[in-house]
């Protein structure tokens, strides 16, 4: 399996990157093909003598960083470690790209060079959330469309019940629309447009979700744009933050609930493993792009960018984009028979 | 000061509100007017003869349950308690209006029994967000209009800026578009454009926030449109009782742990001081509408429903739709002399 990891995303590169494919090949044993500046990475590299023949370091000399306008990477960063990794996957010489790189540069790179999957209107970013049934509900698109149609949510639903089904084991997995009430008639115009669609289509299709039914775990797929979806994920992000930096404040306010919170320990540590957590989901795919390309957060250090290339793996085995391809290809068959029937 | 109550709103009602009745009346003196069925109210009222002469009831046959269709609310029912509490604001009769009935019903009677504020678009519902810096933020719509244009983004800035400022005391308020990134050109063409108004405007503009920075209490004020807010908002409730719930199963875990949370008690304490407190806010007012109308949640018990009481308070003294009234005004000619100027 060819993983190739751009050494260049995390804020702190490329020593969180070097830390993840050190130990990805120490853990799989399959080598791991770094993108980045050579002079930066090779002598970085000399310190693992254990692995350093199966640590590939494949040359750019430019780099996208967060906050860069994706307007026109390729004229004006075309050997940015984005465009050269994933340009591997493009001349089929890996099976994965991760980068903890900027989104939107991920997203322009990855349109532009792999192109879509046949059929698909618009990409997506999928993510994952913690539910009170002790797993996780996938969420998207969470960032890559802003705005979108009807259309593309219904094919957002159609690559999410793929991506659960195959990676999560969830048999005929069940999708709900997130929207502001439980009704077909809630919404926006968009939703009740992508409500009418969902419901006709294939998809296993439960109707509009509100966010309590998605924490219940009631639902494997929440489907919704990419803007409500982004600011959701954004709010659940900050506010659990918010909520467990109130905790530690509150456990450390005296030596009294400091030993309380000793003695709660083990449940302390039960309560975080319900939580969202970044750094065991390293890397979300971006589906609909020909192509394996995963994302992560740039402030992630090495072992969140290990969980990375775990999830990228995962992806490669079970051959996402080959299944991803064969769903949207059957859907629009059946959109084809239903019209003309 | 002369407060109807809806005595039929609460899932349970009329028994959080009747407690709400009897302990305003014993806490602030003023008589409270207690709209909902005679023959239900007066015989439970018998049970408080200290504050019984200071609780008007008012007679109201029907009631608008929550999750009726608020279509036809006026010809379907036109005798509900909503429309007859509310139908003593536009008379005079009463200065503000306070309801844990369905968000809907109440927005459509206030619409249609009150009208607008001169000049103001579209009402919206206001929330308050707790925040890293201990004060709160608030943001609307969290669910009015699941479809709004620009002006009403810009309107519900300058409502916003008005109710944190006479409410909480905010000087010369910062107001944020809440946004999937902080660059002017991210979000929805809607955000986009009411970026172009809100900028252009008198408010103390500070651009596009993420959630991050409305957790962060950066901004007082955090615009967006009701289906955004919406979901927003049920996000945060939700999250906080996933959180929450985990804690609570984690310090139950053992003789240990509960030891510990018991050693623990101030600082958790201390922590759930700086969450969303629902049963603290109690009620949140219908901004826009010629009139002060709260609502809270159905499922509210009495301490919540009086907290409702007390907000509804603090907007009657600071005179909060004659402050409305005037700083819509005063944006409407500003726009003029633009125009014309």
New interface residues.
Partial sequence: MRIVLDAMGTDHHPEPEIYAAVEAVRRWGDPIYLVGPRDVLAPRLEAYPDVRDRIHIVHASQVFCHGEKPGQVLRQKPDASMAVGIHMLKEGEADAFVTMGDTGGALAYALLILGRIRGVRRPALIAPV???AGKYCAILDV?AN??CKPEYLLQFGLMAAVYVEHLWGRENPQVGL???GEEPT????L?QEAHRLMAASSLNFVGNV???E???GEVDVAV?D???G???L??????????????K??????W??K?????????????KS??LDPVEIGAVPLLGVNGLVFIGHGRFQGPAVLSGIARAREAVAMDLVGKLRDRIAASLTRQKVEASG
């Fill in positions: 913690p539910t009170r960032g802003a705005e997130l929207a502001n809630k919404g926006t115009p939703v509100e966010p309590k998605v924490f219940a919704t990419g803007f409500t982004n600011v959701v954004k709010t659940m992000e900050a506010l659990t933050k918010l909520i467990t930096d109130a905790l404040e509150g456990l450390t306010l005296s009294q609930t030993l309380g919170a000793l003695l709660a320990k083990s449940g302390l540590r039960r309560m319900r939580l």
